[in-house]
């Protein structure tokens, strides 16, 4: 019997975006990960092991409703969030259930944003 199917397993990071808008410590942590996780899927990939990064855009969330007024919250919708609404979690959820699935066994090394099409950085 085989014992292939054992060499399989998904790291996903929930980071923030690493597209620096001024001086500040956390995108140097935040990059800090993703080169991290692409470090580590060189290293894990061949064991079935797959390692990606999320970076959410704005999502609703207690931390935004407590800190944002609604006036801004829109303007930002108008302004910055090309879809035209901040993300709910459910929208990072749905890709991260992808991501940790079979079907997204080729998948790594890889940041991918989801944020409305919020972030303008090609990578």
Known sequence: M?????????VVNI????????VNGAFC????IHSWAKGLSRMVGRHGIT???????????????????????????????PVGRYGEPEDIAGLV???????AGYITDAVIPV???LRRYQF
């Open 2 to 10: 085989s014992t292939s199917w054992c060499r399989w397993g998904r």
């Open 15 to 22: 980071t923030g975006k690493s597209e620096p808008e001024h």
């Open 29 to 32: 942590a935040k990059a800090g």
């Open 51 to 81: 390692v990606n990064c999320v970076p959410p855009g704005r999502i609703h969330s207690e931390q935004i409703l407590r800190n944002c007024t609604p006036e801004y919250r829109q303007w930002r919708c108008e302004h910055e969030i």
């Open 97 to 103: 259930t992808f991501l940790c699935s079979p079907l």
């Open 115 to 117: 944020d409305g099409g």
